[in-house]
């Protein structure tokens, strides 16, 4: 509780120095890796960011684990993290994360001709609103102490 009142505190204050600022609840859509998943640090980030188009739910849940899963999976200067339902918040209402420790191998990765497969027609067949963004561990927070993912 204690550690709740300090974030409610500072959250005016993130607010008057950050743009664009959003929060969102986030549920697993199921486990990509098998091991648990921790705050990294010292990696890069590509995610992505979309809305499935309506009906199409269970086609979309099996081009995502029989097709674009084991494609993308088979490159070995990435990690599949996970995907996440935004279950409340943020912009989108699936994310899809992948990790880096390399930045140029984000840009392997926009140029691999099977990502760009299965992108398009992640893009064309299944999902709408698609959005996605490189991020950077900024390194300069400590690990929250409060909880644990």
């Given at each position: 509780?204690?550690?709740?009142?300090?974030?409610?505190?500072?959250?005016?204050?993130?607010?008057?120095?950050?743009?664009?600022?959003?929060?969102?609840?986030?549920?697993?859509?199921?486990?990509?890796?098998?091991?648990?998943?921790?705050?990294?640090?010292?990696?890069?980030?590509?995610?992505?960011?979309?809305?499935?188009?309506?009906?199409?739910?269970k086609?979309?849940?099996?081009?995502?684990?029989?097709?674009?899963?084991?494609?993308?999976?088979?490159?070995?200067?990435?990690?599949?993290?996970?995907?996440?339902?935004?279950?409340?918040?943020?912009?989108?209402?699936?994310?899809?994360?992948?990790?880096?420790k390399?930045?140029?191998?984000?840009?392997?990765l926009?140029?691999?001709?099977?990502?760009?497969?299965?992108?398009?027609?992640?893009?064309?067949?299944?999902?709408?609103?698609?959005?996605?963004?490189?991020?950077?561990?900024?390194?300069?927070?400590?690990?929250?102490?409060?909880?644990?993912?």
């Amino acid at each position: 509780m204690h550690h709740q009142r300090q974030i409610q505190r500072a959250y005016p204050h993130l607010k008057s120095i950050v743009y664009n600022y959003r929060t969102a609840v986030l549920e697993p859509t199921g486990r990509v890796k098998r091991e648990e998943y921790t705050i990294q640090k010292g990696v890069w980030k590509f995610n992505q960011y979309y809305d499935l188009r309506p009906g199409l739910k269970k086609e979309y849940a099996d081009f995502i684990i029989n097709e674009h899963i084991p494609t993308l999976s088979k490159l070995e200067y990435m990690a599949i993290t996970g995907g996440w339902n935004v279950v409340l918040g943020g912009v989108s209402e699936i994310i899809a994360e992948f990790t880096f420790k390399d930045p140029n191998d984000i840009g392997r990765l926009l140029n691999n001709e099977d990502f760009r497969r299965m992108t398009l027609k992640l893009k064309n067949a299944y999902v709408m609103n698609y959005q996605s963004r490189i991020l950077r561990c900024t390194e300069r927070f400590d690990e929250p102490r409060w909880f644990r993912l």
